[in-house]
């Protein structure tokens, strides 16, 4: 089953707007990560948040995160037509050992719109 | 800064041939992941290896192998060669750090497609 889910699939916004996007998941996590993917392109890292913090900003990324709910989100603020891409929540599933793979979710496509 | 090298970018093939990635991870990150995401789907998880050991193995078909060099720059061979094969292939690094796992960092891929 999939690990990380991004709610929703797809939305569409003016610029200026706010995107806001959801993400579950099912196992216990180390660190949850936020990434970009322009149409084909490759994954930018956005943010990382940690098991142990219910809270990140990054310029105009807010990311939260609740661990009892097994859910994060990413908020963009003030959203501009160039953060037009797929974005992908990962999980790093708390498996022991000095390394780790990360789980994607099915991400969603944001559309800011000028 | 350095960023995660992969070549090829881009490669055609046909179908039963055989095809091999290469990727570069960021100097000094000592964990090299590969990702494969078909059209219109998620990353998914291949294999990763840490300290030039297979560290972890995800849904990787039994035609694929990879290995981790002495310079730390890892290849992912492929053969017999299937349409469905055909996909974006990442490779990620990262470093454990004071014990801590550190941000996958992502190349920007090599376009798989078999004709």
């Known amino acids: 089953s999939q690990q990380g889910e991004e709610d929703p699939q797809a939305l569409s916004i003016q610029e200026g707007e706010n995107a806001t996007m959801n993400c579950s998941y099912k196992?216990?996590?180390?660190?949850l990560q936020w990434y970009r993917q322009n149409s084909g392109r490759g994954l930018v890292h956005l943010i990382l948040?940690?098991?142990?913090?219910r809270e990140k900003h990054s310029g105009r990324l807010r990311v939260t995160l609740d661990t009892s709910k097994k859910s994060s989100s990413l908020l963009i603020t003030a959203s501009r037509a160039a953060d037009t891409a797929s974005y992908f929540c990962?999980?790093?599933?708390?498996?022991?050992?000095?390394?780790?793979?990360?789980?994607f979710g099915k991400g969603t496509l944001l559309t800011v719109n000028p | 800064a350095a960023g995660v090298i992969q070549s090829p970018r881009h490669l055609i093939k046909e179908k039963r041939e055989t095809a091999t990635l290469k990727c570069y991870p960021i100097?000094?990150?000592?964990?090299v992941y590969w990702y494969q995401q078909g059209p219109g789907q998620d990353p998914q998880f291949l294999i990763s290896?840490?300290?030039?050991?297979?560290?972890d193995k995800g849904s990787i078909p039994d035609r694929f192998s990879a290995q981790q060099f002495s310079d730390y720059h890892s290849e992912l061979n492929m053969s017999s060669l299937e349409l469905g094969d055909s996909a974006l292939y990442f490779c990620a690094s990262s470093s454990l750090t004071s014990g801590r796992r550190e941000t996958q960092y992502f190349g920007p891929g090599t376009r798989l497609l078999v004709l």
């Open positions: 196992t216990s996590i180390n660190n």
């Open positions: 100097p000094r990150h000592d964990t």
């Open positions: 290896f840490y300290e030039k050991m297979q560290s």
């Open positions: 990962a999980t790093d599933a708390d498996s022991g050992g000095s390394n780790y793979k990360l789980t």
């Open positions: 948040i940690r098991s142990n913090e």
